[in-house]
T-cell receptor, first 113, second 118 residues
């Protein structure tokens, strides 16, 4: 099983739709979780961190389910500008030292007019 | 503030040639990462440094790849000799010293070096 798995999509949705992505991770010791966004031919950029209690940033909501080892990203009222690839990122920290950031392959979202 | 700076942005080279990619991390960041991205394999960590010391190079594909960080503001990734299968986007990234729960875990990427080996 891959360390971080995502549905590659593409998810093709109309403007205004609500869309959700899931990401599963294999290492139960993983401690930090993030969603990154990558536009075509650009570098990945942090979209939001994922906290145990769930967190919301405008139209975006991220949730973590440790028992089932998955994180999710919900986008409400999707905009054309949301079209991008969304990367799930997992970190396992080793004691006091920082661990590797493991990226999923990403889920491609295309929002149509 | 300047972000992570990479050079060259694009390089086309012939098989067998040496390729050197350069990176300047964000000032004050303790961690520097080299990633490679392809359509097939996604974003793969090649190596990362903490305070200029290589911590994990298990992602380096083979001996043809080497990375150095002679000081806090500069790192190189070399491929010698290069092969067509090395064609990819190579990202350098850096982050601060933050803990898991803090914003210091945010990793900032450079714009990437687009390498084509023919």
């Amino acid at each position: 099983r891959k360390e971080v798995e995502q549905d590659p999509g593409p998810f093709n949705v109309p403007e205004g739709a609500t869309v959700a992505f899931n990401c599963t991770y294999s290492n139960s010791a993983s401690q930090s979780f993030f969603w990154y966004r990558q536009d075509c031919r650009k570098e990945p950029k942090l979209l939001m961190s994922v906290y145990s209690s769930g967190n919301e940033d405008g139209r975006f909501t991220a949730q973590l389910n440790r028992a089932s080892q998955y994180i999710s990203l919900l986008i409400r009222d999707s905009k054309l500008s949301d079209s991008a690839t969304y990367l799930c990122v997992v970190i396992k920290n080793y004691g006091g030292s920082q661990g590797n950031l493991i990226f999923g392959k990403g889920t491609k979202l295309s929002v149509k007019p | 503030d300047a972000g992570v700076i990479q050079s060259p942005r694009h390089e086309v080279t012939e098989m067998g040639q040496e390729v050197t990619l350069r990176c300047k991390p964000i000032s004050g960041h303790d961690y520097l990462f080299w990633y490679r991205q392809t359509m097939m394999r996604g974003l793969e960590l090649l190596i990362y440094f903490n305070n200029n010391v290589p911590i994990d190079d298990s992602g380096m594909p083979e001996d043809r790849f080497s990375a150095k960080m002679p000081n806090a503001s500069f790192s190189t990734l070399k491929i010698q000799p290069s092969e067509p299968r090395d064609s990819a986007v190579y990202f350098c990234a850096s982050k601060g010293r933050g803990t898991a729960a803090s914003s210091g875990n945010t990793i900032y990427f450079g714009e990437g070096s687009w390498l084509t080996v023919v």
